[in-house]
Every structure is written in C-alpha cells, then in structure tokens.
C-alpha cells in the first residue's frame, strides 16, 4: 500500500452552499499531509468524509486500502480520529475513557486496561488517570483525545485542527506527541489554521479555500510560489503611500503590493542588492522619509493570504484553479497583482 | 448481534458510572419521585375525591408512575445532545462497532434509571397506603407496561434530540410535548368531570390509556366508567400504541444518528 489516503472529487452540497467542489487528496503511507484553509473553507467536512462519518455527494476515496463508501466498518477499524473538539466523556475519568473505547474494540476487559495504562503513560497523564476528565486543563484533554483515537493502533490518523485553543507549551507536547506516531509509521491527515503547525508537522501540504484545492506542494515549494524575499516599505502618512507605490513600481517589473490599513507597500526582490538601491535612492530622491524600510522573507503566512486572501475569488480564476489542471497562476501572476488582502481593501 | 448487545452493555455501564459520579442527579431520580408521592398522595390527596374504595392514594400512583416514563423523553433528549455537541457521537462513529449499540445503550441505560425510580416510588407509596391488589404477576405486568412507556418515551427522545440537536430546543419542545400529554389525561383527574369534547381528547391520549391499564392491572380504581373505545379497553390499545410508538421511532432515530453531525 503506497498511498494511504486517495480522494478524487469530493463534492458535498449543503443547502445552496457548495461545501467542497471537488477535492482531491493523496497521502503516500506514512507521511504527513496538512490541510490548510480559512475558517469554512471545507477543511472538517473533507475530514467528515474521509473518516465515514458522512456522505459525499460525489467523488471516492480509499483509506488505508478500503473503499469508502463499500467498506466504510473496514475504513472505520483501521483510521483513528481526532476531532475539532476534545471527544472525551467529561465524567469519566481519562483510564475509564480509554478503557471505553478498548472494550468497544473488542480488546477484552484485561487487554482494554493494559492498552489504557499503556497509553496514559505515553500522553503523560498517569498522574491525573483516575480523575474525571471534566477537571483537565484543555492540553490534558487534547492528550487523552489523541490518546483515544490511537486505541486501535490505527495505521491512518485523522487530527481535525488538534492544538486549536491550545497554549503554546501544550502545542509543543501535543506535536511531540504527533511526531512520535509518524515515527511509527503512522499515515497523518491533519487539518490547520496555524501555518506554524503545518510547517512543523506536514510533510506536504494543501491549501483549500471554498472547497477546492487551491494550491498543495512542500512547504518549501509553496514558500516559493509567492516569491522568496520583498522589500517592504512603510510610511506615515497616507499621501507617501501613492508616491512609494509609483517610486517602487519603476524599481521592479509588475505592481507592488499595498497594504492599506498599515500603509505598507512591498515588492518582490528580484534583483537582492540592486533593488534595494535603487528603491533607496529613489524614496531618497523623492524626499520621502519611510518609517519602515525592510526585507521581509516569505513565510507560509504570504503563502496563506496570497492564496486565500486574494487568489481564486473570481469566477474565472476558480475555474482555472481546478484540481488537475495546471496552475496558470502561477509565481508570475501572484507577483503581478497587488497582494492586499481582501478584508483591508475594505478599510 | 452478540457483538451489538455487549457494545451496548458497555455504553450502559459508562451511564452508570455517569449516576455514580452525580450525586445530584442520583438525588433527582430518588428524592423528586418521592416528593411526587407524598405531594400528590397527601396535599392533593386529601382534597380529592375519587369513586371506588381506594381513594385517590391509590388512584394516582399510576398516574404518577405515567408522568415519571413521559420524563424520560428530555432525559434521553438532553443526554443524545450532549453527547452530540461534545464530539463522542463522532467519536463512537468512527469505531467499527454496530452504529445501533450508542443509541440502544442509551435507551437501555435510561429505562434502568428509570426502574430504579419506580421501585423508590412504589416503596414510598406502599408506605402511604398504595396497594396493588391482583396478585405479582398482574402488578409486574403493570410496571412492565409502564417501562415500555418509559423505554418508548426514551426513543422518541432520542429522535427528538438528534433531531433538534440542541439543549435549550430539546428543553423547550419537550415541554411543550409534555404538559398537554401528562395533564390532559386521567393521570391525575377522573375524566368524569370534564367537558364532553375535552374528555374525547384526553381519552384518546395514549397516557390515558396506559394509566388505565396500569390501574386495572395493579387492581386500582379506573375512576372512570364508559367511554371511547381506547378508555373500555386500555390494555390492548396502550400496548399497540407503545410498540407502533418504538417500531417507528427506533429506525426513525437510528436515521438521525447515522447523519447526525453536531450543531456549533
């Protein structure tokens, strides 16, 4: 089994509102895939799907080698899941959690508690095993729902946004914790709204917004999609702003990028050294005195808002996005356009 | 099956260690039937009037066994929710188990409960001066038909709960549902004295029929005599209606659960 994960149009319709419009997804056997979106952007329905506990309009999937929709007890005995909400039964303590689930599995009584201790061990919560998990602090129960969903030694794992509300010190553990499955063997799909925890835990990532798949490579690769380094230039006052645009557009070839709201303008490095200098002299020759005058190197956060927060928002762009299809927005249009993000335009 | 009824055994026990572990709602399904009893046998009891030997001690104890099963639809209503919106609904679906264990387990669980409330309830009315006069098979038939009340009423619960998928929702329907159904009936008056279109409604209400038939056989006064067909024979028309009530409201929430996804 190569692939552990494969999803080929997947479509879910609620009501008028196109839910996912067509996702596909490919998980190679023991890596790490994080899906990335915006709030809505369909990540917990394709979750949904793929772990059978609902229906897709349209498309198929095979996890961990079973059809989905002809074999969904096989898919069921051989995923785990972790779900957006720590799904912990509050009034029972975590070791009566887990034994819970193993009894459920059909562990046996005896092999259910050896599983039970085995686990509170691993996720560190010996200490509080026989209290009830409604006293945990929200990191504990992140543990003990992970903890729950690898019962069955699942050879696929689901984590639906897995350290959301956390604090930073329980992230840390809990992608520790992570790491330790895909060490292994373990194949992850994880779905994420913090860039950080994509970049640390996946191997390769996709980028959804409004159901598609808008963009998926290494994290690497998608860093560079927007472009390495850009100068960014800040000014005071909003009259600079129109006059660094123009000095900077002569600077480099396409349109420099505007925020509006922290009067930022910026562009791509094309030339290093030479672009720098020529847009210092030019602010210098213009009499504009920046308040802030900076490279700033590309992280997944430009990746982000370049795809998500201007890319795909028109119907023509849409359709030229479909899986499949190459990518005709390519680095060279996502430098010709202003990268403004779209709630700022608004300002 | 085996493996369906003994994933349910298992979810029952997590109910039970649920009681264990609030006491308060230990306290809510011993003291609260208790204080029905004394409120209804005494207070009400010693105002009321109602024809054959008994009196009205042994008139409401049906119908207040009645009253408990019909609460047992926001019970399993609240229960199913909770379980909904904080993600073990999902979390039991997606373990390869039979998808009918969660629910029958559930119910299971509730009826249990609701057993041990009648057997407080009995206790303390024994103690009033309720008596069952026709024998132990006849007066465990009546609990037996009050239970399939009780498990009928937890079904539809569940039904109702999956399918609001909301607590204040379930609380305020279940409401709604349960006043016209416990009062306007003879769970708690004889019909005799009531207007003769509202005395048709509250014989056809299917509690009217299951306190009657509790009453007859618990050998308890109907108070009541003549009347639309379900009030002459109340025994076989409480028991086609509970089981029509559970053969169609078990694959009706089995469906909900199948799709359920919780409400954030």
Same mark, same amino acid.
């Given at each position: 089994?190569?692939?552990?994960?494969?999803?080929?149009?997947?479509?879910?319709?609620?009501?008028?509102?196109?839910?996912?419009?067509?996702?596909?997804?490919?998980?190679?056997?023991?890596? =790490? %895939?994080?899906? !990335? +979106?915006?709030? /809505? &952007?369909?990540?917990?329905? *394709?979750?949904?799907?793929?772990?059978?506990? @609902?229906?897709?309009?349209?498309?198929?999937?095979?996890?961990?080698?079973?059809?989905?929709?002809?074999?969904?007890?096989?898919?069921?005995?051989?995923?785990?899941?972790?779900?957006?909400?720590?799904?912990?039964?509050?009034?029972?303590?975590?070791?009566?959690?887990?034994?819970?689930?193993? =009894? %459920?599995?059909? !562990? +046996?009584?005896? /092999? &259910?508690?050896?599983?039970? *201790?085995?686990?509170?061990?691993?996720?560190? @919560?010996?200490?509080?095993?026989?209290?009830?998990?409604?006293?945990?602090?929200?990191?504990?129960?992140?543990?003990?729902?992970?903890?729950?969903?690898?019962?069955?030694?699942?050879?696929?794992?689901?984590?639906?946004?897995?350290?959301?509300?956390?604090?930073?010190?329980?992230?840390?553990?809990?992608?520790?914790?992570?790491?330790?499955?895909?060490?292994?063997?373990?194949?992850?799909?994880?779905?994420?709204?913090?860039?950080?925890?994509?970049?640390?835990?996946?191997?390769?990532?996709?980028?959804?917004?409004?159901?598609?798949?808008?963009?998926?490579?290494?994290?690497?690769?998608?860093?560079?999609?927007?472009?390495?380094?850009?100068?960014?230039?800040?000014?005071?006052?909003?009259?600079?702003?129109?006059?660094?645009?123009?000095?900077?557009?002569?600077?480099?070839?396409?349109?420099?990028?505007?925020?509006?709201?922290?009067?930022?303008?910026?562009?791509?490095?094309?030339?290093?050294?030479?672009?720098?200098?020529?847009?210092?002299?030019?602010?210098?020759?213009?009499?504009?005195?920046?308040?802030?005058?900076?490279?700033?190197?590309?992280?997944?956060?430009?990746?982000?808002?370049?795809?998500?927060?201007?890319?795909?928002?028109?119907?023509?762009?849409?359709?030229?996005?479909?899986?499949?299809?190459?990518?005709?927005?390519?680095?060279?249009?996502?430098?010709?356009?202003?990268?403004?993000?779209?709630?700022?335009?608004?300002? | 099956?085996?493996?369906?009824?003994?994933?349910?055994?298992?979810?029952?026990?997590?109910?039970?260690?649920?009681?264990?572990?609030?006491?308060?709602?230990?306290?809510?399904?011993?003291?609260?039937?208790?204080?029905?009893?004394?409120?209804?046998?005494?207070?009400?009891?010693?105002?009321?009037?109602?024809?054959?030997?008994?009196?009205?001690?042994?008139?409401?104890?049906?119908?207040?066994?009645?009253?408990?099963?019909?609460?047992?639809?926001?019970?399993?209503?609240?229960?199913?929710?909770?379980?909904?919106?904080?993600?073990?609904?999902?979390?039991?679906?997606?373990?390869?188990?039979?998808?009918?264990?969660?629910?029958?387990?559930?119910?299971?669980?509730?009826?249990?409960?609701?057993?041990?409330?009648?057997?407080?309830?009995?206790?303390?009315?024994?103690?009033?001066?309720?008596?069952?006069?026709?024998?132990?098979?006849?007066?465990?038939?009546?609990?037996?038909?009050?239970?399939?009340?009780?498990?009928?009423?937890?079904?539809?619960?569940?039904?109702?709960?999956?399918?609001?998928?909301?607590?204040?929702?379930?609380?305020?329907?279940?409401?709604?549902?349960?006043?016209?159904?416990?009062?306007?009936?003879?769970?708690?008056?004889?019909?005799?004295?009531?207007?003769?279109?509202?005395?048709?409604?509250?014989?056809?209400?299917?509690?009217?029929?299951?306190?009657?038939?509790?009453?007859?056989?618990?050998?308890?006064?109907?108070?009541?005599?003549?009347?639309?067909?379900?009030?002459?024979?109340?025994?076989?028309?409480?028991?086609?209606?509970?089981?029509?009530?559970?053969?169609?409201?078990?694959?009706?929430?089995?469906?909900?659960?199948?799709?359920?996804?919780?409400?954030?």
């Amino acid at each position: 089994m190569e692939t552990a994960i494969s999803a080929e149009g997947l479509r879910k319709r609620y009501g008028d509102h196109q839910a996912l419009d067509g996702i596909d997804l490919s998980v190679p056997t023991g890596s =790490v %895939l994080g899906v !990335l +979106g915006p709030n /809505g &952007a369909g990540k917990t329905t *394709t979750v949904r799907i793929l772990t059978t506990l @609902l229906e897709p309009d349209e498309g198929r999937a095979v996890v961990a080698g079973y059809d989905l929709a002809a074999q969904p007890r096989q898919v069921r005995a051989n995923i785990g899941l972790t779900g957006q909400y720590a799904a912990v039964d509050e009034r029972l303590t975590g070791r009566e959690n887990l034994q819970l689930i193993g =009894v %459920l599995l059909h !562990l +046996g009584r005896r /092999g &259910a508690r050896a599983r039970a *201790t085995e686990l509170l061990e691993r996720f560190d @919560l010996v200490d509080a095993a026989d209290r009830q998990a409604k006293t945990y602090s929200g990191g504990m129960r992140r543990r003990l729902d992970l903890a729950a969903s690898l019962v069955a030694r699942p050879p696929v794992l689901f984590l639906d946004e897995p350290t959301t509300g956390l604090d930073l010190t329980s992230r840390l553990t809990l992608w520790e914790m992570i790491r330790e499955q895909v060490r292994g063997g373990v194949t992850v799909l994880l779905t994420t709204q913090y860039l950080e925890e994509a970049d640390q835990l996946a191997d390769r990532i996709a980028v959804i917004d409004r159901g598609l798949v808008i963009a998926d490579g290494t994290p690497d690769e998608l860093k560079r999609k927007v472009g390495g380094e850009r100068l960014q230039v800040s000014v005071a006052e909003d009259t600079d702003l129109a006059v660094v645009t123009r000095c900077l557009a002569g600077v480099v070839p396409g349109e420099p990028a505007v925020d509006l709201q922290n009067r930022t303008v910026s562009v791509p490095l094309t030339d290093g050294m030479g672009t720098i200098s020529a847009a210092a002299a030019g602010l210098e020759g213009l009499g504009v005195e920046p308040e802030d005058f900076a490279v700033h190197r590309s992280s997944l956060d430009d990746v982000f808002l370049a795809l998500t927060g201007q890319q795909g928002r028109t119907p023509a762009a849409r359709q030229a996005r479909r899986p499949g299809q190459p990518d005709p927005a390519g680095p060279a249009e996502d430098q010709a356009a202003p990268h403004t993000i779209k709630e700022k335009q608004a300002v | 099956m085996t493996e369906a009824l003994s994933d349910s055994f298992a979810l029952v026990g997590r109910q039970m260690r649920h009681i264990r572990r609030m006491p308060e709602q230990l306290l809510g399904i011993t003291v609260m039937p208790v204080a029905l009893v004394v409120v209804f046998g005494y207070l009400f009891g010693s105002a009321m009037q109602v024809p054959g030997e008994g009196g009205y001690k042994e008139y409401i104890m049906a119908g207040i066994f009645a009253q408990v099963m019909l609460a047992n639809i926001t019970t399993t209503a609240v229960g199913v929710v909770g379980d909904l919106n904080n993600g073990l609904v999902d979390r039991f679906r997606a373990l390869p188990i039979s998808r009918s264990s969660v629910l029958v387990g559930r119910t299971v669980a509730d009826a249990v409960l609701v057993a041990w409330t009648c057997a407080v309830m009995a206790g303390v009315g024994y103690l009033i001066g309720w008596r069952a006069h026709n024998g132990v098979l006849r007066t465990l038939a009546g609990f037996g038909l009050l239970l399939l009340m009780g498990f009928a009423m937890s079904w539809l619960g569940a039904l109702i709960g999956l399918t609001l998928r909301n607590a204040e929702a379930v609380s305020a329907l279940a409401g709604v549902v349960m006043m016209p159904l416990a009062f306007l009936s003879n769970a708690f008056v004889p019909l005799d004295g009531l207007p003769g279109w509202l005395r048709t409604i509250a014989e056809w209400n299917p509690v009217s029929a299951v306190v009657s038939a509790s009453r007859d056989l618990f050998g308890n006064e109907r108070g009541t005599s003549g009347g639309a067909f379900p009030a002459e024979h109340p025994i076989p028309t409480a028991l086609v209606v509970l089981v029509v009530l559970i053969a169609v409201t078990v694959p009706l929430a089995g469906r909900a659960y199948q799709k359920a996804a919780a409400q954030r």
